[in-house]
């Protein structure tokens, strides 16, 4: 059994008495005071979550631009250097092998996020297409820490802690910026459906910054309200919502997956055959009409039989009502079909809706 991993901030994480647990092979917090208070911290305020165990992965090259466009279901070759790009890399079949953000940083470098669980799998995977183009793939995930600082007010701390004027740097964009003699890339994405930013840096550099925001008064948040956040978003997670039995297409995510754009990309037949023939299966938004929690592998039923699995679910903490996500046969996947969840030998009524729990609050100019 491997030895499980601690990220650069774990000193703080002890220090602030965060309940950890084993994430990804690392020990990470789970949560610091209750998942409701750090989760409308991010909601109202300004919250940061230490997201160090995610993977950096580098393509290098001639061939860089051209190679990640091959293994990329979103569209690259148009887009300016210094813009960050969501999408998928998928198996032949049109399963999904990880989602993942691309930096691009210029015609010879590639700057790959991947989720933290899967970066071996990743890496591999990456460097077994290769073949055929004149690319150098390095793992750096071990070389970099990474803050996400995130909130309505998020734009307003970088300024004040930092002196950063972050105002100009658009919605999935990212630059190199200086902060005491070391240099960080800033960029603003996020997980949580709030404006924000992520700081990566050398694993020495960044407990600074953690310090220096925590003492102006910035909100240590764990995993848990990133997932509680990220869900309120409809934002998808690998092993949830997607995952490598589920394609793009399945999870309604085809905005991300060029097929009409783009000439080719491993997995692209295989989509393009799921949208003319239809999908047996769909990812939906389900919401209940009794306040009961429904979780992750709870069944739903319709007409008293099995038609999926919940994939996410929770009291909202936003909304206080129970909403989840869930995989579906396409008979129950029409919005409004009424259907039950299996809550602890129980059938909880409920109804198919859209996934659009709460409105995103990104600085979108």
């Known amino acids: 059994m491997s030895e499980i991993k601690v990220t650069s901030l774990h000193p703080f994480h002890v220090e602030l008495n965060a309940k950890m647990e084993e994430f990804a092979g690392y020990d990470m917090p789970i949560v610091y005071t209750t ?38 279901t979103n569209e690259i070759l148009s887009k300016p250097f210094g813009k960050v790009v969501y999408g998928f890399m998928l198996y032949d079949n049109g399963t999904i092998v990880d989602d993942l953000l691309v930096y691009l940083v210029n015609e010879e470098n590639c700057f790959l996020v991947v989720n933290a669980s899967n970066v071996a799998k990743d890496y591999a995977w990456i460097v077994e297409q290769t073949a055929g183009f004149d690319v150098t793939v390095v793992n750096l995930s071990d070389e970099y820490s990474e803050v996400a600082v995130q909130g309505p007010n998020a734009e307003k701390k970088m300024l004040e802690v930092f002196g950063l004027d972050l105002s100009e740097l658009a919605f999935f964009t990212f630059n190199r910026f200086m902060i005491n003699g070391s240099v ?39 995993l848990g309200s990133r997932d509680t956040l990220r869900f309120e978003a409809a934002l998808p997670l690998y092993g949830h919502e997607i995952s490598d039995q589920i394609t793009p297409i399945t999870a309604g995510l085809k905005v991300f997956a060029r097929v009409d754009e783009k000439t080719d990309f491993i997995g692209k037949n295989p989509l393009l055959q799921e949208i003319e023939n239809g999908s047996a299966k769909k990812v939906v938004g389900i919401e209940l009409t009794e306040k009961s929690i429904p979780r992750q592998g709870y069944p739903v039923y319709m007409n008293d039989e099995v038609v999926g699995v919940i994939t996410t679910g929770y009291l909202s903490i936003s ?4 909403i989840a ?26 109804f198919v809706r859209d996934k659009k729990f709460l409105k995103k609050n990104y600085k979108t100019n």
Request: glycine share 10%; hydrophobic share 40%.
């Open 325 to 350: 996500m869930a995989l579906v046969d396409k008979a129950a996947s029409k919005k409004d079909t009424p259907i039950a969840v299996g809550i602890r030998k129980k059938l909880v009524p409920g």
């Open 184 to 222: 960080y890339l800033i960029s603003r994405t996020g997980y949580t459906g709030e404006d924000g930013f992520e700081i990566y840096g050398a694993n020495l550099d960044i407990p600074e910054i953690w310090d220096k925001l925590h003492h102006a008064g910035v909100r240590a948040c764990g």
């Open 35 to 72: 998942i409701q208070e750090e989760h409308l911290a991010v909601r109202n305020d300004v919250g940061m979550f230490d997201v160090s165990h995610m993977g950096e992965i580098e393509v290098r090259g001639k061939d860089a631009l051209k190679f990640v466009d091959h293994i990329f």
């Open 319 to 322: 909304l206080d009502k129970p």
